[in-house]
């Protein structure tokens, strides 16, 4: 089965700063997708990024980026130029696509503050 | 992406009874799940809803706490039968949009408190 960690439970940066969150996740696949997702007060779960394991150009949305180092089993955000309405839960997570199933597994997440 | 809405948004439940979650999408979609967040925890899988047929459970849930229907290809709906408070959780609904895409949207969530 796959696991998703993310060692950080909270952090906090001030806005325009730059911050990095860490995920790891273990698994025997070769062909699997990793996402961020974000999760303000509101609850809504907000897809942030996207990356294909088969790609090794790192996936970029606007101020987010990530670090996907396949062999090390790693797959950190970064978020650029941080703003106040960046403060939410984050989560990892990992899918192998089995067709008709295609299950989503989770990391405990990371308490993100974006502060002044 | 698409418009995911679910109903009710929030409702406190007395133990013992059973609550029914809407989730509809504005599009046809191809796959559709059932997530719980419990408070403080991250997301689990409960079932994927399969348009037609029974929905497949994960590992931990089972059909007679959780029935699921999914009569079309753009609305689902999850029961918490016999509910108790360590029900108490945020039910998320979430769509694959088609066929080879795999990622995953998500509804706004059901907040439900059971006393």
């Known amino acids: 089965a796959q696991t998703v960690t993310q060692s950080q439970p909270e952090m906090s940066v001030q806005e325009a700063e730059t911050v990095t969150l860490s995920c790891t996740y273990d698994t025997s696949e070769n062909n699997y997708y990793l996402f961020w997702y974000k999760q303000p007060p509101s609850r809504q779960m907000i897809l942030v990024i996207r990356?294909?394991?088969?790609?090794?150009q790192n996936a970029t949305e606007n101020r987010f980026s990530v670090n996907f180092q396949k062999a090390a089993k790693s797959f950190s955000l970064k978020i650029s130029d941080s703003q106040l309405g960046d403060t939410a839960m984050y989560f990892c997570a990992f899918m192998k696509p089995t067709g008709t199933a295609s299950k989503l597994t989770f990391g405990t997440g990371t308490r993100l503050q974006v502060t002044l | 992406s698409a418009v995911i809405s679910q109903k009710p948004s929030r409702d406190i439940c007395q133990r013992g009874t059973s609550l029914t979650i809407q989730c509809q999408v504005d599009s046809q979609v191809t796959m559709m799940f059932w997530y719980r967040q419990q408070p403080g925890q991250s997301l689990t899988l409960i079932a994927t809803?399969?348009?037609?047929?029974?929905?497949?459970?994960e590992s931990g849930f089972v059909i007679d706490k959780f029935p699921i229907s999914r009569p079309n290809l753009t609305f689902s709906t999850l029961t918490v039968s016999n509910m108790s408070p360590e029900d108490s959780s945020i039910y998320l609904c979430?769509?694959?949009?088609?066929?080879?895409?795999?990622?995953?949207?998500f509804g706004p969530g059901t907040r439900l408190l059971v006393l």
């Open positions: 979430s769509v694959v949009l088609f066929q080879g895409q795999e990622t995953q949207y």
């Open positions: 990356q294909e394991a088969y790609k090794q």
């Open positions: 809803a399969n348009q037609g047929s029974e929905a497949t459970y």
